[in-house]
């Protein structure tokens, strides 16, 4: 969340200004939930841009339920203070990983995914961007997304619902180490699936996953793959590829043991091609 403060002054000033201001007391467990629960709010309002002064003031414009939660000095104060790993060993674990500080509640907002709920039979695997234009080594920009500016994250999520099953957020090279491993796109899918494997559930992704390699392994995993395919794969027919004589409409099918080929024109001189491990016939809804 990016919420913004006073244009003029620097953290440090602003937090010894806080503290002389609301005091250092004891946080409750009770106050940390009502923090996270006042983010929602902002979050869910649409508000996360807005001046945080904005959001307290009592001349009708302000959010009312946020001054009768906490007051404004104590709202930033806990902000600035608040971290998710250990600073003191911070440090040493970032030689080796660039997500050191937040790596730890990550991998506990995972494992609470996966425990909290049953994905349906049909899952999904695509990227998102999360939008952030602050200090970050590993921002990344992506002209046809929304934001432009983010944080990219790999997501498997339930096709039904869109409930977040297993995560990972793309830090570009990792730093050598035990968490340096290769990340080409059938290493996501393998990795994010890991957690509903043998299953028989099944996964869409786009062309930039899918591949016939990634299809078979998935199958050893009793799971099933649906997605576009690159034209460019060697396992494309010629005459599936897009050309004037083909009409707009036209479908053509190829059947093997385990997966089905579909080369389908939506309009003139265009070819989308597919391939489904989960289909085995020339139905079409």
């Keep these: 969340m990016k919420l913004s403060n006073a244009p003029t002054s620097t953290c440090r000033e602003s937090s010894i200004i806080l503290q002389e201001n609301v005091g250092v007391r004891k946080i409750s467990r009770s106050e940390i939930m009502a923090l996270l629960g006042l983010l929602y709010l902002i979050g869910t309002r649409k508000e996360h841009h807005a001046n945080v002064r904005e959001l307290w003031t009592a001349n009708g414009t302000g959010v009312q339920i946020l001054r009768m939660c906490t007051s404004y000095d104590r709202f930033l104060f806990l902000l600035q203070c608040i971290h998710f790993d250990d600073l003191q060993t911070r440090l040493g674990r970032r030689q080796t990983d660039k997500l050191a500080p937040i790596c730890t509640i990550l991998d506990i907002f995972v494992k609470n995914c996966q425990q909290c709920y049953n994905t349906s039979e049909f899952t999904t695997i695509d990227e998102m961007l ?25 997501a498997l999520r339930d096709a039904k619902t869109f409930y977040c099953n297993n995560q990972e957020i793309y830090c570009g090279k990792q730093l050598p180490g035990p968490y340096d491993m290769r990340k080409t796109p059938t290493d996501i899918v393998k990795q994010l699936m890991s957690p509903i494997e043998n299953s028989n559930k099944n996964v869409t992704a786009d062309n930039w996953y899918t591949n016939i390699p990634l299809l078979h392994y998935l199958l050893e995993k009793k799971t099933t793959l649906l997605g576009t395919m690159k034209k460019n794969k060697c396992e494309t027919p010629p005459e599936f590829l897009p050309t004037k004589a083909r009409k707009s409409g036209e479908s053509m099918f190829r059947f093997q043991k385990d997966k089905v080929l579909v080369s389908l024109v939506p309009k003139q001189n265009k070819a989308v091609i597919l391939v489904s491990s989960m289909h085995d016939s020339r139905v079409m809804d």
Excluded at 130 to 154: D, E, L, T
């Design 130 to 154: 999360h939008p952030f234009r602050g200090h970050c080594s590993f921002i990344q920009y992506i002209p046809n997304k929304p934001a432009k500016y983010g944080v990219k994250i790999f």
